[in-house]
C-alpha cells in the first residue's frame, strides 16, 4: 500500500494542536490562579479605583458603621443588602492584612475593609454602575485607599457624657471626619490657618494630641479636594482641613471612640465635617 506522506503530516499536525488545546483548556479548569475569587478593585472613570465583589458588582461603606459593627438592619438591608465572600481575595492590589469579617447581630457573615463593613446598593442594577456614592451623605462608595472617611455617630466625651453637635448634652447622631480605619479628627481651637499652636517643639505633648500625619489619598465626596493641605511642624508633616491642622485624641483607645470632644471641656478639641467654618487666618 502506498504511504501518503502529506497526509501524515496532517494528521500528526491535528493531534498535536488537539493535545495542545486540551492541555490549555484543562489548565484553566485546575489552575485557581485563572480564577477571579473575592473582593477585587476596579477602576472607575469618576471615583478612581474602587472595590468591587468578583463580579465587579460595586461595594460600599456605612458612615454610621463608626464601631465596626453593622448598624444596618431590617429595611435598611432592602436597599443595602450585605456583601459577604469566604474567598481570599485574587487581586493582587488588595491589601489582604485589611480583610476581615463580622458576624451581624442576625448571625449572618458580613466581610469587612479596613474595620468597614461592606454592603452593594440595590441601585445599582450591573456591574460597573455607581449609584449609591453619598446617598444621604451615609453611604459611600468603597476604595481601598481613603486619606480620610466619614462617620456619623454619638458623641460621647471623656466624661461619659453624651453630647450633640453643637456640644450641648444629649443625644443625636453627628457627621465627622475619622482616618481610614475609622479613628476620630479633632481640630484645636487656638489653632489658625494652616498654624499649629498646640504642637511642642519637642513633641513632648504629641502622646497626648497626636499629630494626623498622613498625607496622600482618596476622599470621601463629601471632602473637597480644595479643603486639604499638608503643613510642616516641626519637621513633620500634618494634614489640614479647611485650615485645620488635624489630630488624634490620645485617650481614644477604640474605633469609633470620640472622647476628645470634652477634654478639657466641650468645645476646646471639636471634631471637623463638612459644616466646619473656615480657620481664621490670625
Known amino acids: 500500500m502506498r504511504f501518503n506522506k502529506t497526509k501524515m503530516k496532517t494528521a500528526i499536525m491535528a493531534t498535536a494542536l488537539l493535545t495542545i488545546f486540551s492541555s490549555c483548556s484543562k489548565d484553566k479548569v485546575e489552575n485557581p490562579e485563572n480564577n477571579t475569587k473575592g473582593m477585587q478593585t476596579s477602576q472607575d472613570a469618576k471615583f478612581g479605583t474602587i ?5 465587579g458588582k460595586t461595594l460600599y461603606f456605612f458612615s454610621n458603621d463608626t464601631k465596626g459593627s453593622s448598624s444596618c438592619t431590617g429595611n435598611c438591608l432592602t436597599v443595602w443588602p450585605i456583601y459577604y465572600s469566604g474567598d481570599i481575595s485574587s487581586d493582587v492590589k488588595i491589601d489582604k492584612s485589611q480583610l476581615g469579617e463580622i458576624t451581624r447581630a442576625d448571625g449572618k457573615k458580613q466581610s469587612t475593609y479596613k474595620g468597614w463593613p461592606l ?24 476604595k481601598p485607599d481613603y486619606l480620610l472617611m466619614v462617620a456619623n455617630g454619638q458623641l460621647k466625651g471623656d466624661d461619659t457624657k453624651d453630647y450633640l453637635e453643637n456640644y450641648t448634652e444629649g443625644q443625636g447622631n453627628t457627621s ?3 482616618d481610614d480605619q475609622g479613628r476620630t479628627l479633632y481640630a484645636f481651637k487656638p489653632d489658625r490657618f494652616n498654624k499649629n499652636n498646640y504642637t ?7 502622646a497626648l494630641w497626636p ?3 498622613k498625607e496622600k489619598g482618596a476622599l470621601p465626596s463629601l471632602v473637597s479636594a480644595t ?8 519637621g513633620k508633616k500634618q494634614l489640614t482641613y479647611k485650615g485645620w491642622p488635624l489630630y488624634y485624641f490620645g485617650q481614644d483607645q477604640q474605633r469609633g471612640d470620640n472622647r476628645g470632644i470634652s477634654y478639657p471641656r466641650p468645645g476646646v478639641w471639636p471634631i471637623v465635617n463638612d459644616k466646619t467654618t473656615v480657620a481664621a487666618a490670625n
Open 227 to 234: 479643603d486639604i493641605a499638608v503643613i510642616t511642624v516641626f
Open 119 to 142: 454592603y452593594y446598593y440595590v441601585g445599582d442594577s450591573k456591574s460597573g454602575e455607581v449609584q449609591g456614592d453619598a446617598v444621604n451623605k451615609i453611604w459611600y462608595v468603597a
Open 176 to 178: 465627622y471626619l475619622t
Open 211 to 213: 499629630i494626623f500625619q
Open 200 to 206: 511642642a517643639a519637642d513633641f513632648s505633648n504629641d
Open 51 to 55: 472595590l468591587t465583589d468578583s463580579n
